[in-house]
């Protein structure tokens, strides 16, 4: 049987690969792995994964040397103005390696960074599509601003360059800002969950605070891909107080400078907003100082020549009034004499036919009388005992208490009864009622 050594089929495996392929092809693929050897050349692994991005469809390493990719990292940072790391999406010129020993593998020969660009582009308008189908992309955007705006969380790093120019700004300015940091990490693969969790703690007590800043500052701009996060971007969305940014350099733009209230470009300018917000304050507040001082003026104006004018006709009432009031109560005295004089005429004339009446008024009355109390007393006399007694009653008393019921006496009880012409004491033996058997 013939037979090949393994070093021979991999050298006929090499010679097909370069006599039939072509010499170099551009491939779209995920950079897995990077990492830069001792001598400077770079080694990666490529990936292609499947539409939910989680199961891979193909792998192969690749490599860049050293002159190749000291000139392909310097073009890619200066047109993305990111470090090239694992997680990317690239499109390279390849060329197609087949060795005996090391077996199959691309050398990287060029690198187009537009696509890497256009491929972060699409992610970040991915990521804001989701929120705004999500209802909440201008959440935060829609607050109001509080006034003053003094009370300041900050989420940054307390070593971070930017935070120390943001707070010394602010302590330079003629204003009372009270400010609290909430460290978290802001570069490295920590950002997301350093920067979520900084916002947890601040809305513990969100009434404390009239904003939020998240601050970075200058560095890599390859640092930037933390704040490139669909959770990260929702969080500070939907934060109940306003959350304002100063990340990265001017022209930096990050998902969070989209979705917060404010994007301003650096810690300074930050800093600045605020300073510049104060003294809108101050300068709203002296004017309206001036305008509360300009119309109290003029509303003191209007009411003391109100009040003048008022003294002046009250001045005039009062005159007037008292004329009237003389010229009523001299009416008012003549009518009144008036009305005695005739009340004392008609008394007088009232009291001389009453005079003149009273003799014979006061005859028939005594004649009315007379003929009363000579009817009282025919009345009297016909009620009086002794005629009662004399018509043959009589009256029966015991212990001197007249006897009205049988109930009264009991028997053997003394009893006596009165008549016309003398009286009886009797004992009583019986006594009888109706419908009594006793």
């Not at 200066?78 to 090239?84: A, F, G, K, N, P």
């Not at 104006?301 to 109100?306: F, I």
Request: hydrophobic share 40%; charged share 25%; net charge negative.
């Amino acid at each position: 049987m013939n037979h090949l050594s393994l070093s021979e089929l991999n050298g006929l495996v090499r010679e097909v690969i370069s006599l039939s392929m072509d010499d170099a092809y551009w491939i779209v693929a995920e950079v897995s792995e990077l990492r830069t050897a001792a001598n400077g050349h770079c080694y990666m692994e490529l990936v292609e994964k499947d539409e939910n991005g989680k199961g891979l469809r193909a792998k192969a390493s690749a490599h860049v040397w050293k002159n190749m990719w000291q000139l392909l990292r310097m073009h890619f940072e200066e047109e993305t103005r990111q470090v090239l790391a694992a997680g990317m999406k690239i499109l390279v010129e390849v060329e197609v390696e087949f060795h005996e020993l090391y077996g199959f593998s691309l050398n990287i020969t060029d690198v187009d960074p537009t696509y890497t660009l256009g491929d972060m582009a699409r992610r970040r308008q991915e990521i804001l599509q989701q929120l705004e189908a999500d209802g909440v992309k201008d959440l935060n955007k829609e607050l109001t601003l509080p006034r003053p705006l003094l009370r300041i969380a900050v989420v940054s790093s307390a070593t971070a360059a930017g935070f120390g120019d943001f707070t010394r700004q602010l302590e330079a300015s003629p204003y009372n800002f009270r400010t609290k940091l909430f460290p978290a990490i802001m570069q490295g693969d920590r950002v997301e969950e350093s920067i979520i969790a900084a916002l947890d703690e601040i809305s513990l007590s969100t009434e404390d605070y009239d904003c939020v800043c998240i601050l970075r500052g200058g560095g890599a701009a390859s640092d930037l891909q933390g704040f490139e996060s669909y959770p990260l971007a929702t969080n500070v969305a939907q934060f109940p107080i306003p959350v304002l940014t100063g990340i990265g350099h001017e022209r930096d733009d990050t998902v969070i400078d989209f979705v917060a209230h404010t994007r301003l470009k650096t810690p300074t300018a930050v800093a600045a907003f605020l300073i510049d917000r104060a003294t809108e304050e101050l300068e709203h507040l002296a004017m309206l100082g001036r305008d509360i001082y300009n119309n109290v003026s003029e509303r003191l104006h209007e009411e003391r020549t109100r009040y003048e004018n008022a003294a002046r006709r009250l001045q005039l009432n009062i005159a007037q009034s008292n004329q009237l009031g003389r010229e009523r109560i001299l009416r008012l005295h003549a009518r009144i004499e008036k009305a005695i004089e005739l009340y004392l005429l008609n008394e007088h004339n009232l009291l001389t036919k009453m005079w003149e009446k009273l003799p014979q008024s006061a005859l028939v009355k005594l004649q009315r009388e007379q003929q009363r109390t000579e009817l009282l007393k025919r009345h009297v006399a016909l009620m009086s005992p002794e005629r009662i007694l004399a018509l043959g009653y009589s009256i029966t008393r015991a212990n001197g208490r007249i006897i009205k019921s049988a109930d009264d006496v009991c028997k053997g009880a003394l009893i006596e009864t009165t008549l016309a012409d003398g009286s009886i004491r009797s004992n009583v033996l019986e006594i009888s009622m109706p419908n009594s058997k006793s």
